[in-house]
Antibody, heavy 118, light 106 residues
Framework: EVQLVESGGGLVQPGGSLRLSCAAS????????MSWVRQAPGKGLEWVSA???????YYADSVKGRFTISGDNSKNTLYLQMNSLRAEDTAVYYC????????????WGQGTLVTVSS | DIQMTQSPSSLSASVGDRVTITCRAS??????LNWYQQKPGKVPKLLIS???SLQSGVPSRFSGSGSGTDFSLTISSLQPEDFATYYC????????FGQGTKVEIK
């Protein structure tokens, strides 16, 4: 059974950093397409970043240069390092596994809340 | 980036009504279009992939159509459990979502 469990969210001051984790089970992160998708309170879904098998990374313009996506094969875990955080980064962050061709987000974690506030 | 525009932003309909939500891409995306349902406080759920492929376990009252730039999601007979927000998402390039359509039951 595919499972994704995020952790690492919390309250952080503007300009601060946070690292989110997404522990996967039932499949291997390194051989799949993985993404982070966020949802600000009361707002819609926004794709943030992707890590594709082979190590290629992609970022939304809104986080480029501030966020870094990575994976740990030994822990089968996806990460999102978030630096220079802003109030507008406040959101629930979901990790998601992309499957299919063309791809879709079939599997989602339960999400972790990041609040950027002083 | 490819922009996705959904309409309407919200709608109110009665149980049993036929409901259609449209999604327009800013450039042609072939059939690289997915639809999700999200209920309050819940994780998004994939309903339809590749424009028209119904996911396993999704009721047959949901259907998707379209290609190129214009797509639609139809609920043939609205049920009370269909109260939710629906999002389209393109996977032709870096993923982008529509702004969502909130479906309320009259």
């Amino acid at each position: 059974e595919v499972q994704l469990v995020e952790s690492g969210g919390g309250l952080v001051q503007p300009g601060g950093s946070l690292r989110l984790s997404c522990a996967a089970s039932g499949f291997t992160v390194s051989t799949n397409y993985m993404s982070w998708v966020r949802q600000a309170p009361g707002k819609g879904l926004e794709w943030v970043s992707a890590l594709y098998s082979g190590g290629t990374t992609y970022y939304a313009d809104s986080v480029k240069g501030r966020f870094t996506i990575s994976g740990d094969n030994s822990k089968n875990t996806l990460y999102l390092q978030m630096n220079s955080l802003r109030a507008e980064d406040t959101a629930v962050y979901y990790c998601a596994r992309q499957v299919g061709a063309p791809t879709n987000f079939e599997y989602w974690g339960q999400g972790t809340l990041v609040t950027v506030s002083s | 980036d490819i922009q996705m525009t959904q309409s309407p932003s919200s709608l109110s309909a009665s149980v049993g009504d036929r409901v259609t939500i449209t999604c327009r891409a800013s450039q042609s995306i072939g059939n690289s279009l997915n639809w999700y349902q999200q209920k309050p406080g819940k994780v998004p759920k994939l309903l339809i992939s590749a424009a028209s492929s119904l996911q396993s376990g999704v009721p047959s009252r949901f259907s998707g159509s379209g290609s190129g730039t214009d797509f639609s999601l139809t609920i043939s007979s609205l049920q009370p459990e269909d109260f939710a927000t629906y999002y389209c998402q393109q996977s032709y390039s870096s993923p982008t979502f529509g702004q969502g359509t909130k479906v309320e039951i009259k």
